[in-house]
């Protein structure tokens, strides 16, 4: 065998999917497999070290191809090979490396699922020699018969599972022999004799064998049955229990795919394990388009609030930094906005949240700390904050509410809304000074305040920028032609919808539009949506191919807004033990 002996019968009725695309409901006697094994000199997968290449395509029991070659490594075979194998150096140097053998070996494997004993063994040296030498490896199915074996076959009747075991087991017609074409030959029948223990597991597909050769759970079998008729489009599924409460939402570009991977060994999440013991159903919500998807996923989990969904299960607990009402306001933190507000930052995940944000501006600015009610006409006694000089002390009337205001006020005010240079100016220079006297700990807990306040207007400017418009039109190229649309008003989903490939989006856009949903305007940065909608939202409408049909009115940020600082927040956050930079922006 110094050259590729490569004998191929005619494949008529081969099944046309290929590779990694091959129909896993496809039934195993029509599967197509190739079975191959390989020699090597004993080192690491690194793109050489393949002495011999041995393959059989075989589809329902017959024989439909055979690939064996000899392969030059280029580097000389270890005496305990030679002994293993029978391959000598001289049987070696005539035969091609294996840079030539590649093509020939990826066409044969096309079109079918692949099959070895010990399978990551084999595979990994052919990915790396894919790789080494420049061929794209077709990731086809992968089928392990030593695993399968581990789950069919009991110790009782086998004391392992190594392919000369089982191939006595099953009395191959060819024994193994360390030899790549006759160990492939012994790995066809010990295919064979495992497929036929398979029926009785309820197995009959590839996929399902696939599956059934990992350490899917008892549980992950038996509901398994729940993925089935599901529709391959992009949406939202829910698991449903007996009393058809919601268990889990989740979303995907492809419900059937993603659905069935909560049924195979990747799936290893035991809160998963316990939901699906729990789930009696499976139902699924089509969607236009991914976003549409995630927009009523998020929507979904508001309403329901799914025990197995950890995240954004309650989008109304968030709160706001807002400042009060009367003489000498203060910072307070409050669970929504009043028409009357206008001045706040949010929202916030959290109270910690905000209130590390408060503790930035009173680093900054002297505003009060106190939670009296003053007056203007009576004196309040003044608390310890004044005796450190921390506080203007308005409670007795230190300081005029026309200073508060100039010196206090209206840096919050133009912080959250266009600049707030001032703020982080103030902090930027407690930091440098804290660093300058060794303080490193404490300075670090006012660039954890910076960081804070930072994230907090960026986040707050940009969605308002998007949300004060009271309608937006735009759209994206969807994957399979056409142009995905979506319909935005005051930053929440209106409407969405997918127009034909090779035609314009506008009818589609006006068929939207006349069944949106009104949205009127409302008070804050996000009136009519939770923030995390109107920032998946963002996400979409900022990738560069989406593209803006109309808007009803200019969409903005302020030139000189929190957004500037990006670059500084991007510091402060994967900020550890070193000094923050204080660059200006």
Same mark, same amino acid.
């Given at each position: 065998?110094?050259?590729?002996?490569?004998?191929?019968?005619?494949?008529?009725?081969?099944?046309?999917?290929?590779?990694?695309?091959?129909?896993?409901?496809?039934?195993?006697?029509?599967?197509?497999?190739?079975?191959?094994?390989?020699?090597?000199?004993?080192?690491?997968?690194?793109?050489?070290?393949?002495?011999?290449?041995?393959?059989?395509?075989?589809?329902?029991?017959?024989?439909?191809?055979?690939?064996?070659?000899?392969?030059?490594?280029?580097?000389?075979?270890?005496?305990?090979?030679?002994?293993?194998?029978?391959?000598?150096?001289?049987?070696?140097?005539?035969?091609?490396?294996?840079?030539?053998?590649?093509?020939?070996?990826?066409?044969?494997?096309?079109?079918?699922?692949?099959?070895?004993?010990?399978?990551?063994?084999?595979?990994?040296?052919?990915?790396?020699?894919?790789?080494?030498?420049?061929?794209?490896?077709?990731?086809?199915?992968?089928?392990?018969?030593?695993?399968?074996?581990?789950?069919?076959?009991?110790?009782?009747?086998?004391?392992?599972?190594?392919?000369?075991?089982?191939?006595?087991?099953?009395?191959?017609?060819?024994?193994?022999?360390?030899?790549?074409?006759?160990?492939?030959?012994?790995?066809?029948?010990?295919?064979?004799?495992?497929?036929?223990?398979?029926?009785?597991?309820?197995?009959?597909?590839?996929?399902?064998?696939?599956?059934?050769?990992?350490?899917?759970?008892?549980?992950?079998?038996?509901?398994?049955?729940?993925?089935?008729?599901?529709?391959?489009?992009?949406?939202?599924?829910?698991?449903?229990?007996?009393?058809?409460?919601?268990?889990?939402?989740?979303?995907?570009?492809?419900?059937?795919?993603?659905?069935?991977?909560?049924?195979?060994?990747?799936?290893?999440?035991?809160?998963?394990?316990?939901?699906?013991?729990?789930?009696?159903?499976?139902?699924?919500?089509?969607?236009?388009?991914?976003?549409?998807?995630?927009?009523?996923?998020?929507?979904?989990?508001?309403?329901?609030?799914?025990?197995?969904?950890?995240?954004?299960?309650?989008?109304?607990?968030?709160?706001?930094?807002?400042?009060?009402?009367?003489?000498?306001?203060?910072?307070?933190?409050?669970?929504?906005?009043?028409?009357?507000?206008?001045?706040?930052?949010?929202?916030?995940?959290?109270?910690?949240?905000?209130?590390?944000?408060?503790?930035?501006?009173?680093?900054?600015?002297?505003?009060?700390?106190?939670?009296?009610?003053?007056?203007?006409?009576?004196?309040?006694?003044?608390?310890?904050?004044?005796?450190?000089?921390?506080?203007?002390?308005?409670?007795?009337?230190?300081?005029?509410?026309?200073?508060?205001?100039?010196?206090?006020?209206?840096?919050?005010?133009?912080?959250?809304?266009?600049?707030?240079?001032?703020?982080?100016?103030?902090?930027?220079?407690?930091?440098?000074?804290?660093?300058?006297?060794?303080?490193? /700990?404490? #300075? %670090? !807990?006012?660039?954890?305040?910076?960081?804070?306040?930072?994230? &907090?207007? $960026? @986040?707050?400017? +940009? =969605? *308002?920028?998007?949300?004060?418009?009271? /309608?937006? #039109? %735009? !759209?994206?190229?969807?994957?399979?032609?056409?142009?995905?649309? &979506?319909? $935005? @008003?005051?930053? +929440? =989903? *209106?409407?969405?919808?997918?127009?034909?490939?090779?035609?314009?989006?506008?009818?589609?856009?006006?068929?939207?539009?006349?069944? &949106?949903?009104?949205?009127?305007?409302?008070?804050?940065?996000?009136?009519?949506?939770?923030?995390?909608?109107?920032?998946?939202?963002?996400?979409?409408?900022?990738?560069?191919?989406?593209?803006?049909?109309?808007?009803?009115?200019?969409?903005?940020?302020?030139?000189?807004?929190?957004?500037?600082?990006?670059?500084?927040?991007?510091?402060?956050?994967?900020?550890?033990?070193?000094?923050?930079?204080?660059?200006?922006?």
């Amino acid at each position: 065998m110094g050259g590729a002996e490569y004998v191929q019968q005619a494949l008529a009725g081969l099944d046309p999917a290929a590779g990694d695309g091959v129909d896993p409901a496809l039934p195993l006697y029509a599967t197509t497999f190739v079975v191959v094994d390989l020699e090597t000199t004993g080192g690491a997968p690194d793109g050489g070290g393949i002495t011999e290449i041995g393959a059989v395509k075989v589809r329902g029991g017959e024989e439909l191809g055979v690939l064996a070659t000899l392969v030059n490594p280029g580097v000389p075979i270890p005496p305990f090979i030679t002994v293993l194998t029978g391959i000598t150096q001289a049987m070696l140097v005539p035969a091609p490396p294996i840079e030539q053998v590649l093509p020939s070996f990826l066409e044969f494997v096309s079109d079918a699922v692949l099959v070895a004993h010990n399978a990551p063994y084999d595979v990994g040296f052919l990915k790396a020699a894919c790789a080494k030498h420049g061929y794209r490896w077709p990731n086809p199915r992968v089928l392990d018969t030593a695993a399968l074996a581990r789950r069919v076959l009991t110790r009782d009747e086998v004391p392992n599972r190594k392919l000369g075991t089982l191939a006595a087991y099953f009395r191959t017609a060819t024994q193994p022999t360390h030899r790549a074409l006759a160990d492939a030959r012994a790995t066809v029948d010990v295919l064979h004799g495992l497929i036929g223990r398979l029926g009785g597991h309820g197995v009959d597909t590839i996929g399902e064998a696939i599956e059934f050769a990992r350490a899917v759970t008892p549980t992950q079998r038996r509901k398994r049955h729940l993925a089935d008729g599901l529709p391959r489009v992009p949406g939202v599924y829910i698991f449903r229990a007996a009393d058809d409460r919601p268990l889990y939402v989740g979303t995907s570009g492809d419900i059937a795919t993603r659905v069935r991977s909560y049924f195979t060994a990747s799936e290893k999440r035991a809160r998963i394990s316990e939901m699906l013991a729990a789930a009696e159903r499976v139902e699924a919500v089509e969607c236009a388009h991914s976003l549409e998807a995630e927009v009523r996923e998020l929507r979904l989990i508001a309403a329901h609030a799914p025990p197995y969904n950890r995240r954004s299960k309650f989008p109304e607990r968030v709160v706001w930094l807002k400042l009060t009402e009367g003489p000498y306001p203060r910072l307070s933190v409050v669970r929504s906005l009043s028409p009357g507000d206008d001045a706040y930052l949010g929202p916030f995940g959290s109270r910690r949240a905000a209130e590390l944000a408060a503790a930035a501006f009173h680093d900054a600015v002297p505003l009060r700390q106190c939670t009296h009610r003053l007056s203007l006409r009576a004196v309040t006694p003044a608390c310890a904050l004044a005796e450190l000089g921390r506080c203007a002390a308005p409670c007795e009337h230190r300081i005029t509410p026309e200073e508060y205001d100039r010196r206090a006020v209206a840096p919050f005010r133009t912080a959250t809304a266009s600049d707030p240079r001032v703020v982080v100016d103030a902090l930027l220079a407690r930091i440098e000074a804290l660093a300058r006297d060794q303080r490193y /700990e404490e #300075a %670090a !807990v006012v660039r954890s305040r910076l960081a804070a306040v930072l994230r &907090a207007t $960026v @986040r707050m400017q +940009r =969605l *308002a920028g998007l949300t004060r418009i009271a /309608e937006l #039109a %735009a !759209v994206r190229p969807a994957a399979r032609g056409g142009w995905e649309v &979506a319909l $935005v @008003r005051h930053g +929440r =989903l *209106a409407g969405a919808g997918v127009s034909p490939p090779g035609v314009h989006p506008r009818p589609t856009l006006e068929a939207v539009r006349a069944t &949106a949903e009104t949205v009127p305007p409302g008070h804050g940065p996000v009136p009519r949506a939770s923030a995390e909608e109107s920032e998946r939202i963002l996400s979409w409408l900022e990738r560069p191919e989406t593209r803006l049909l109309e808007m009803s009115s200019g969409w903005s940020s302020p030139v000189t807004g929190a957004g500037r600082f990006r670059g500084l927040l991007s510091k402060a956050e994967s900020a550890s033990s070193h000094q923050l930079s204080t660059e200006r922006p």
